[in-house]
C-alpha cells in the first residue's frame, strides 16, 4: 500500500497527551489508526442516512411525488449547451 505524508497541526496540549501517551514510533500507526476508525464511523453514518433518505422515499407517498417532480423539471433545458459560454469582456 502507498502512502502520503501529510501535516496536521495539534494544539499543544493534545500534542503533549500524545507524546507522553504514545512512544515515538508508534504514534504514526497510532494517529492512522485513529483516522481510519473515524471516517469508517463517518462513512456508516452517512450510508445510514442514506438509506434513511431512501426508505422515506419509498413510505412517503408526498415525498416520492416531489422528487418525481424534481426529477422531471432535470431536463427543463437549463442545462449549459456547449459553445454558448462567452468569456467576459476585459474592462
Known amino acids: 500500500m502507498s ?8 494544539p499543544e496540549d493534545v500534542a503533549a497527551k500524545l507524546k507522553a501517551a504514545v512512544p515515538a514510533r508508534q504514534r ?9 476508525t473515524a471516517v469508517a464511523r463517518y462513512e456508516d453514518d452517512l450510508a445510514k442516512i442514506a438509506s434513511a ?7 412517503n407517498q408526498k415525498i416520492a411525488q416531489e422528487m418525481r417532480d424534481w426529477e422531471t423539471s432535470a431536463g427543463d433545458g437549463l442545462e449549459e449547451k456547449q459553445g454558448t459560454h462567452e468569456k467576459p469582456e476585459a474592462r
Open 28 to 36: 504514526n500507526k497510532f494517529v492512522v489508526d485513529l483516522v481510519a
Open 3 to 10: 502512502t502520503q505524508q501529510i501535516l496536521i497541526r495539534l
Open 53 to 59: 433518505v431512501t426508505d422515506e422515499e419509498t413510505s
